[in-house]
């Protein structure tokens, strides 16, 4: 009981809070924490795409015993990337240029230090969150 207590607490208070998700990464990348740890999105000019794998604080990436799976997908079609590990990112690259639609997403399937994490989705455009308000306007980050 105590552990579904505090997986519940854990779960909710990540959606309470942006937890970095309104300001860029440590990369100027795009932050999304789907799970215990956070995930860093940094589009590239060539339309590829570097993918960390941070602690809480946004420190430390990892690749070893980690795995990035990078769709973008559209409601007409999806573009799988293949994601190679390097030193402390993953590059996940394309072949084929990709049309990207307004309602299109990019979807990472991830796995960092043996953890897996449900999806990070980041909609397209890519774009900072807005900050999460408290119910008197209040910036909840800065609490």
Known sequence: MKIF???LSLLLSTKL??????KFGPNKGYIRMPSTYHTELVP?????????????????PKTQDSSVDLRVKDSKSETIFKCAP????FMCSNDKKINISSDAKVILKTK??????PDAVYELPLRLEKAKKS?????????
Do not use: P, W
Not at 17 to 22: L, S, Y
Not at 48 to 58: E, G, K, R, S, T
Not at 86 to 89: G, I, K, N, R, Y
């Open 5 to 7: 207590i505090c997986t």
């Open 17 to 22: 809070f942006a937890h970095g998700e309104d």
């Open 44 to 60: 590239q000019n060539d339309g590829n795409f570097l993918v960390f794998l941070y602690d809480l604080q946004n420190k430390n």
């Open 86 to 89: 390097m030193d402390e990112h």
């Open 112 to 117: 960092r230090l043996g953890i897996k994490a």
């Open 135 to 143: 119910s008197n306007n209040h910036d909840m980050n800065k609490m």
